[in-house]
């Protein structure tokens, strides 16, 4: 079984420009998280999707950042336009159910760098 | 909101010593998760504890959840070189979302 896929593994940009992060899911897993991790600090929840639902968006720092998960598979992540503060390792990750005993499943993450 | 704060931040550990990393939550959690991190991968599921008082093993790890469902430790004894990375724990009260703490980054000097 495939794990948890994310793309690209590693992204630098400029004060500005546009990021699309792209997360693959565990096939057959309906919820699909994404996390931020700031260097050196704690990872921290952006939102969920079940299927292609945005559960919970309430960790998504700002209107730059937008979400997508078409059809209920892949998932997107745009930051646009970035700042240097949106710099970090973003997580991705899938469960199959969904509840607080729910085991997530990372992918590698993108490590985004915003000069 | 619930917070999870995660101690020490760094350990640095002689080869076969042992050490511990605590976990406490500002709220009665449902359950608390333990993911490893090795340096330059991603975080990976090693444990979720459940009950009050739970104490499980994986070989030399001993993770442990708190009578009162707020804390947790990780023990690891006769450390190796390859326990080097960084353990976060993540707890979870009524709802899906986890809450990490900050991990603890481990060393092992040979």
């Known amino acids: 079984e495939a794990g948890v896929t994310q793309f690209p593994s590693h992204s630098v940009i400029e004060k500005g420009q546009t990021v699309t992060l792209r997360c693959d899911p565990i096939?057959?897993?309906?919820?699909l998280y994404w996390y931020r991790r700031v260097m050196g600090k704690e990872i921290k929840f952006l939102l969920h999707f079940v299927k292609e639902s945005k559960q919970d968006e309430s960790g998504m720092p700002n209107n730059r950042f937008l979400a997508e998960r078409t059809g209920g598979t892949y998932s997107t992540l745009k930051v646009q336009p970035a700042e240097l503060e949106d710099s970090g390792v973003y997580f991705c990750a899938s469960s199959r159910g969904w509840g607080g005993s729910s085991i997530q499943y990372f992918g590698a993450g993108t490590r985004l760098s915003v000069l | 909101g619930q917070q999870v704060m995660q101690i020490p931040q760094y350990q640095h550990v002689q080869e076969g010593e042992d050490f511990t990393t605590y976990c406490n939550s500002s709220t009665t959690l449902s359950n608390i998760q333990w993911y490893k991190q090795r340096p330059g991968g991603h975080p990976v599921f090693l444990i979720q504890l459940v009950k009050s008082g739970e104490v499980k093993k994986q070989k030399r790890l001993t993770f442990q959840f708190g009578e009162a469902k707020k804390n947790s430790s990780l023990h690891i004894t006769a450390t190796q070189t390859t326990d080097v990375g960084t353990y976060f724990c993540?707890?979870?009260?009524?709802?899906?979302?986890?809450?990490f703490g900050a991990g603890t980054t481990v060393t092992v000097r040979a």
């Open positions: 993540a707890g979870s009260s009524n709802d899906y979302k986890l809450s």
């Open positions: 096939s057959g897993h309906d919820n």
